[in-house]
C-alpha cells in the first residue's frame, strides 16, 4: 500500500463502516519471561533479550479485543513551536490505553501496520491475533529486508515527536524515556506512571509505567545504536492489561541472569543485561554481583522491576549472584551464587 491517499480513504471507510466492537471484559492476557538469544546485539556473537511472553484466552471479535479501560483520551497539546497536536486520532483505533493491551485479529493489525508503515508492502507473520502494542515481524520472502512492526495503537505521533526520538533515542530522564515510548507504541504515555526503571548511558533504558487508571501497564527498553542495528524498541516491550500480569519468582527471573555478550573479533567489553517484572511484593531491592567484581543495585515498587546494566567482565560471562532484600534489608534469597 504506497498510495497513502488510497490507504487514508480505505481507513476512512473502514472506520464509518466497521467500527470497532465494545470492549470484551473476559478478554485476558498472561504474561511470562522468555529469553531470546537468537537476535544480535553487539558483535558478531551477541544475542537480544526477551523477557515477556503472551499467552492469550479470548474469543476474537472483528477487531479489536481488549481488557475493560474506558477509552481515554490522549493528550492534544500543541508542541512548543508548532500548531500541529503532539498526538493525533487513528481512524478506527480507540484512544488511550483503550488502544492497547489485547488482542486485535490478524487482519486488525496488519491494517494498524500499513498504516504505520505504507512502504512495507507485505503482511506480518501468520498468526490467528495480534497483541495491540506489541511487536511482531513481517514475512519474509528472497530479496526481503527483515522488519518488524510495532502494532500501534490509537495516538499517531507528531513528526516533531518523530524527530526528538531519532535526536535522543535512550535519553536521561524519565520524561524523555516516557516520550520515547510513546512514539514507538503509539500511545500518549506522557503521563503514565514510573514504577520501575534503570539507565546504562550508551546501552539502554528500562521502565515499567502505570497508566494513571492503573488497568494497564507498559513494560518498555530503548535500546542504543549498536554496528548491526539501529536504535530501537526491544521487541519484548509491550503493553498489557495489570491485572493480566504474572508475579514471577524471584528464581525464575534472576537464576540465570539473561544478557547479551559484549564480545567482538577476540575482544570483550563485557555483557549487557536489560530485563523487567514482576516478583513478590515483599522485595525492596536486589543486588547483582558478577563473580569477577562489579555491582548493581536496583530497587522496587510492588515487586515491579526493571534492569538496564552493563558489566565490565572482561570475559564477557554472563553470570552473576542476585540477592533480594526487605525494606528492612533483610536477605529473602539468593540465587545465581
Given amino acids: 500500500?504506497?498510495?497513502?491517499?488510497?490507504?487514508g480513504a480505505e481507513l476512512e471507510r473502514l472506520a464509518a463502516t466497521d467500527p470497532l466492537d465494545p470492549i470484551d471484559p473476559h478478554a485476558m492476557l498472561t504474561r511470562g519471561r522468555r529469553s531470546r538469544r537468537n537476535r544480535r546485539l553487539l558483535g558478531a556473537g551477541g544475542g537480544m533479550l526477551g523477557v515477556a511472553a503472551i499467552v492469550a484466552g479470548a474469543s476474537m471479535l472483528p477487531g479489536l479485543v481488549v481488557a475493560d479501560p474506558d477509552p481515554a483520551v490522549a493528550s492534544t497539546k500543541p508542541s512548543v513551536l508548532t500548531d500541529e497536536p503532539d498526538f493525533s486520532a487513528v481512524p478506527g483505533v480507540p484512544r488511550g490505553e483503550a488502544g492497547v493491551g489485547g488482542l486485535v485479529s490478524a487482519a486488525e493489525a496488519n491494517r494498524r501496520c500499513s498504516v504505520r508503515n505504507p512502504?512495507?508492502?507485505?503482511?506480518?507473520?501468520s498468526a490467528p491475533s495480534r497483541p495491540a502494542g506489541g511487536t511482531a515481524d513481517y514475512q519474509l520472502k528472497p530479496g526481503d529486508?527483515?522488519?518488524d512492526c510495532t502494532v500501534p495503537g490509537g495516538d499517531k505521533p507528531s513528526?516533531?515527536?518523530?524527530?526528538?526520538?531519532?535526536?535522543?533515542?535512550?535519553?536521561a530522564t524519565l520524561k524523555d524515556q516516557l516520550r520515547n515510548c510513546s512514539v514507538y507504541f503509539w500511545t500518549d504515555m506522557t503521563k503514565w506512571r514510573v514504577v520501575a526503571s534503570d539507565f546504562q548511558p550508551g546501552y539502554g533504558a528500562a521502565l515499567v509505567a502505570i497508566s494513571p487508571t492503573g488497568k494497564s501497564v507498559a513494560s518498555c527498553t530503548l535500546l542504543a545504536a549498536t554496528p548491526n542495528d539501529g536504535a530501537r524498541l526491544d521487541p519484548n516491550s509491550r503493553i498489557m492489561r495489570t491485572a493480566a500480569v504474572v508475579h514471577d519468582s524471584f528464581e525464575a527471573n534472576f537464576k540465570v541472569i539473561p544478557g547479551e555478550s559484549l564480545c567482538s573479533g577476540g575482544k570483550c567489553e563485557g555483557w549487557f543485561y536489560h530485563a523487567d517484572g514482576r516478583v513478590s511484593a515483599d522485595i525492596a531491592r536486589i543486588v547483582i554481583e558478577p563473580p569477577r567484581g562489579g555491582r548493581h543495585e536496583i530497587k522496587l515498587t510492588d515487586g515491579w522491576f526493571a534492569v538496564a546494566w552493563r558489566s565490565d567482565d572482561p570475559k564477557g560471562?554472563?553470570?552473576?549472584?542476585?540477592?533480594?532484600?526487605?525494606?528492612?534489608?533483610k536477605v529473602l534469597q539468593v540465587v545465581g551464587g
Fill in 1 to 7: 500500500m504506497n498510495d497513502e491517499r488510497v490507504v
Fill in 119 to 125: 512502504d512495507i508492502d507485505r503482511p506480518l507473520r
Fill in 159 to 171: 513528526a516533531k515527536l518523530v524527530e526528538a526520538v531519532q535526536k535522543d533515542p535512550v535519553p
Fill in 317 to 329: 560471562e554472563m553470570y552473576a549472584k542476585a540477592t533480594a532484600y526487605d525494606k528492612n534489608g
Fill in 145 to 147: 529486508r527483515a522488519a
